[in-house]
């Protein structure tokens, strides 16, 4: 079993920063990749950034420059560092990870952690 848990997620006012956090834990050979998406209400779930391979990374255009995706393979942990937050990133925001168990790649998802940018 593939569990991945975030924390980290809370209230801020705009202009403030949090800092996501999401470990894997279970019974797993490797993860292929990790990354984060989000869910804003009444709207689907949208890329925010990823590890795409190699080390690349990967940013919705609306995070750019004020979001920085962190890793640590030895640990299985992806992060989140968010700046400069506006209203409109306030969502439930979901840790991804493709997880290469006794099957090839699957995608397992975290249980969420809101985010709420206001004033």
């Known amino acids: 079993q593939v569990q991945l848990v975030e924390s980290g997620g809370g209230l801020v006012q705009p202009g403030g920063s949090l800092r996501l956090s999401c470990a894997a834990s279970?019974?797993?050979?490797?993860?292929?990749?990790m990354g984060w998406y989000r869910q804003a209400p009444g709207k689907g779930r949208e890329l925010v950034a990823e590890?795409?391979?190699?080390?690349?990374?990967n940013y919705a255009d609306s995070v750019k420059g004020r979001f920085t995706i962190s890793g640590d393979n030895a640990k299985n942990t992806v992060s989140l560092q968010m700046n400069s937050l506006k209203p409109e990133d306030t969502a439930v925001y979901y840790c991804?990870?493709?997880?290469?168990?006794?099957?090839?790649?699957?995608?397992?998802w975290g249980q969420g952690t809101q985010v709420t940018v206001s004033s």
């Open positions: 590890f795409t391979g190699g080390g690349s990374t």
């Open positions: 279970g019974s797993f050979f490797s993860i292929n990749s």
């Open positions: 991804k990870g493709v997880v290469v168990t006794t099957s090839p790649g699957r995608v397992y």
